[in-house]
């Protein structure tokens, strides 16, 4: 809606991408608003930490399954980047060593597979809840 009030100032060169990201950021909004938007990053930390909740169980399968689609949604290095410093709590140093990489190129790529990720996740949590409410 926003962006059709302000169709006299913004210039769009991409439509269906500056659409797409206008609706991804729109959800984000109505999540944060309905206090229900997790940011990945804490989701990942309170998966860890919360083993021992009813629900933690059906987070974590939702997450690996959500890992599971990444070869798809991510170039190898991204996702080998992405699995080392989630899922093998290796730090962007540690991989940037292992992988004889630079630290730079580890956090450009581990950048570019969270924005991936993050979509798809939002994805499987909609889906999820979708699915909770029938």
């Not at 269906?16 to 950021?25: E, I, K």
């Not at 689609?69 to 190898?76: F, G, H, K, N, V």
């Not at 790529?109 to 991936?116: E, I, K, N």
Request: charged fraction near 25%; include cysteine; proline fraction near 4%.
């Amino acid at each position: 809606m926003q962006l059709w009030e302000r169709r006299e100032e913004v210039h769009i060169d991409n439509p269906p991408a500056d659409l797409s990201t206008v609706a991804r950021y729109s959800v984000y909004r109505s999540m944060e608003q309905q206090e229900r938007y997790v940011p990945v990053d804490e989701l990942l930390e309170s998966l860890k930490s919360a083993q021992d909740q009813a629900d933690a169980r059906l987070l974590a399968r939702g997450f690996y399954l959500a890992i599971e689609a990444l070869p798809s949604e991510m170039s190898a290095a991204q996702r080998t980047i992405f699995r080392m410093c989630y899922l093998d709590d290796l730090s962007p140093d540690e991989i940037a060593e292992q992988l004889q990489l630079s630290p730079n190129t580890v956090l450009n790529q581990l950048g570019r597979a969270l924005t991936g990720f993050k979509s798809l996740y939002l994805l499987l949590l909609l889906m999820t809840d979708y699915w909770l409410q029938l």
